[in-house]
């Protein structure tokens, strides 16, 4: 059967990871050394990936996870409890993650190369963080709710996640404010993460 909720959940998860791979590419890259506007550009484009992770997946995606998906599983399927809890924990840490990593980057760009270090081991430990993140869901969660949920559950899922539009997920309608965040991200950003110069 066609549950359109997976789909979404899985386009969103790879749109994530995309974005997630883009900024460990920008900070591998790191600011040009040569010319103010390049290197004002290169934060923006860090800053702009960062609002996007803070704004889509932690205020849309996470919670019709854990207020939709995630009590339904557990009441039909009580055996990935332990996982729904650690999935859970994840969402509820994510939010301020992603602050921590804003201000991080904030005083590298204000303080300087010596603010540098903190920001990329965070930034690092965050994308692993995450990339596990999803790697649970997929692995545990999304095929036990394919073998668990009944026609009912999916309508309401397939419903509710059918108004999630992600400026990364090509097949739905995507909401105006994402896709200009999501385009300036691309024109700004460099080759080969974006489109930009560089």
């Not at 050394?33 to 996470?62: S, W």
């Not at 990593?101 to 963080?129: D, I, K, Q």
């Amino acid at each position: 059967m066609n549950r359109e909720a997976l789909h979404v959940i899985r386009d969103e998860h790879a749109g994530l990871a995309a974005m997630l791979q883009s900024l460990l590419q920008m900070i591998q890259r790191g600011p040009e050394p040569a010319g103010k506007d390049q290197h004002e550009l290169f934060f923006d484009v860090l800053r702009a990936m960062l609002f996007y992770i803070g704004e889509f997946p932690e205020k849309l995606h996470h919670p019709k996870e854990s207020d939709l998906l995630f009590p339904r599983l557990a009441r039909a399927a009580p055996q990935v409890m332990a996982t729904i809890e650690q999935l859970e924990r994840d969402h509820m840490a994510g939010e301020s993650k992603v602050k921590e990593l804003m201000h991080l980057l904030m005083a590298w760009e204000y303080l300087g190369e010596t603010r540098r270090p903190a920001f990329e081991a965070e930034a690092r430990s965050y994308v692993a963080f995450y990339l596990e993140h999803m790697r649970l869901e997929e692995s545990v969660v999304l095929p036990e709710a394919e073998r668990s949920l009944d026609d009912g559950d999916w309508h309401a899922l397939d419903v509710a996640f059918a108004t999630n539009r992600d400026p990364l997920n090509r097949r739905i309608p995507r909401d105006p404010q994402f896709d200009r965040l999501f385009t300036r991200i691309v024109m700004c950003a460099p080759a080969p993460v974006g489109l930009g110069e560089g």
